[in-house]
T-cell receptor, first 116, second 118 residues
Framework: AQTVTQSQPEMSVQEAETVTLSCTYDTSENNYYLFWYKQPPSRQMILVIRQEAYKQQNATENRFSVNFQKAAKSFSLKISDSQLGDTAMYFCAFHAGGTSYGKLTFGQGTILTVHP | EAGVAQSPRYKIIEKRQSVAFWCNPISGHATLYWYQQILGQGPKLLIQFQNNGVVDDSQLPKDRFSAERLKGVDSTLKIQPAKLEDSAVYLC????????????????FGEGSRLTVL
């Protein structure tokens, strides 16, 4: 079974600064997918960024980028130029691929607060 | 495009009572998921439907939880009888079938139904 660990329960950052959220995972799979989801207070969870394990290049989406270290089973999220709207719970998630369809294994989450 | 709709948003019940949650996925999404999110934890998959068939219900406590997806569209999740530990947010999500060159499609989540069991 896969496990996903987020070791930072809470993080805070000043507006316009950069913050990095950590995630590690454990799996015996070789082809899999990793995701970061954002869950604002009382709002629905939305996909921030995804990474396919077979791609060596780190994914980037505007101010969001990942540092994917496959050998170390590490998948961190970097948010540049933080904005107040980035305040949310962030979840790292794993998908085993194959016939697992959409079954995601989530980490415990990191609460990010962006201060003005 | 309308998102995933869920109701009710909030529900408070006494233990041993029953409760039902409803989900309407995004139009055309063949796959529907129910996740349970206990406070302070990440969501956990309870059940996954492909059209109106169950793909995975391995983590569904079948002695008290049931779910159905009639006609491959709307879905209901029922808990009977509820226990204190069922207090959680129940998230519904849906996705298209993966494109031919991908093995997973993006999941779209609803706002969730928050259950408090007293």
């Amino acid at each position: 079974a896969q496990t996903v660990t987020q070791s930072q329960p809470e993080m805070s950052v000043q507006e316009a600064e950069t913050v990095t959220l950590s995630c590690t995972y454990d799996t015996s799979e070789n082809n899999y997918y990793l995701f970061w989801y954002k869950q604002p207070p009382s709002r629905q969870m939305i996909l921030v960024i995804r990474q396919e394990a077979y791609k060596q290049q780190n994914a980037t989406e505007n101010r969001f980028s990942v540092n994917f270290q496959k050998a170390a089973k590490s998948f961190s999220l970097k948010i540049s130029d933080s904005q107040l709207g980035d305040t949310a719970m962030y979840f790292c998630a794993f998908h085993a691929g194959g016939t697992s369809y959409g079954k995601l294994t989530f980490g415990q989450g990191t609460i990010l607060t962006v201060h003005p | 495009e309308a998102g995933v709709a869920q109701s009710p948003r909030y529900k408070i019940i006494e233990k041993r009572q029953s409760v039902a949650f409803w989900c309407n996925p995004i139009s055309g999404h063949a796959t529907l998921y129910w996740y349970q999110q206990i406070l302070g934890q990440g969501p956990k998959l309870l059940i996954q439907f492909q059209n109106n068939g169950v793909v995975d219900d391995s983590q569904l406590p079948k002695d008290r939880f049931s779910a159905e997806r009639l006609k491959g569209v709307d879905s209901t999740l029922k808990i009977q009888p509820a226990k204190l530990e069922d207090s959680a947010v129940y998230l519904c999500a849906s996705s298209l079938s993966p494109p031919p060159d991908e093995r997973i499609a993006e999941l779209f989540f609803g706002e969730g139904s928050r259950l408090t069991v007293l």
